[in-house]
């Protein structure tokens, strides 16, 4: 007999692979409970509702990004080259979920990790900035960030090494840093 996280693993495998070939809203719980030869209602003993069942898929991601903040926020002095690099890193490991958030935005709103992600990127701009940016801080340290986040899943075919250096050599440029 199955454990119960061997299948929630198993519906969470199912709904990826027909999230994204159908999105979020097109594919149905049965659908994903016929594709695994289970029934709706043991479908729903696991998660009650599609949106239970995307958190639970994106909720890893959540949950190290806030390790990676908090880690960062613990230090006495930050580099920015090395938050750059670490933040690059971590969106670089995660190139298919972040994909999968790409693809499903409208889903993520309704879910609030759009503001989530916002507000990761005030605090990573305080970080950079050592307190409150201003409007043109801000504005450079989105364009950092989210360029440095883009690059992850948009050069997918480079070699990673040297992705990672003229990604993070680009943020800084971008933040006005050396």
């Known amino acids: 007999m199955a454990k119960s996280s061997d299948t929630k693993q198993r519906i969470q495998a199912a709904a990826r692979e027909l999230f994204a070939q159908k999105g979020v809203q097109a594919t149905s719980l049965q659908e994903i409970a016929d594709r695994l030869g289970i029934t709706k209602p043991a479908l729903y003993y696991h998660f009650s509702s599609r949106e239970e069942l995307v958190r639970s898929i994106v ?25 750059l690099a670490g933040y690059f890193d971590f969106h670089y490991a995660r190139r298919q979920e972040i994909m999968f958030i790409l693809a499903e935005l409208n889903t993520l709103v309704k ?34 960030l989210g360029g440095l986040q883009d690059c992850t899943v948009q050069f997918a075919d480079a070699d990673p090494a040297e992705l990672r250096k003229a990604a993070i050599d680009a943020a800084c440029a971008a933040l006005g840093i050396g």
């Not at 959540?62 to 090395?82: K, M, P, S, Y």
């Not at 609030?112 to 450079?140: C, H, K, M, Y």
């Open 59 to 83: 909720q890893p991601l959540i949950d190290d990004g806030e390790a990676f903040l908090h880690e960062q926020e613990a230090r006495q002095d930050v580099d920015a080259r090395t938050l």
């Open 111 to 144: 879910l609030g990790l759009i503001n989530l992600v916002v507000a990761w990127r005030d605090r990573l701009a305080s970080l950079l900035f050592g307190g409150e940016p201003t409007l043109a801080q801000a504005t450079r340290a989105v364009v950092a």
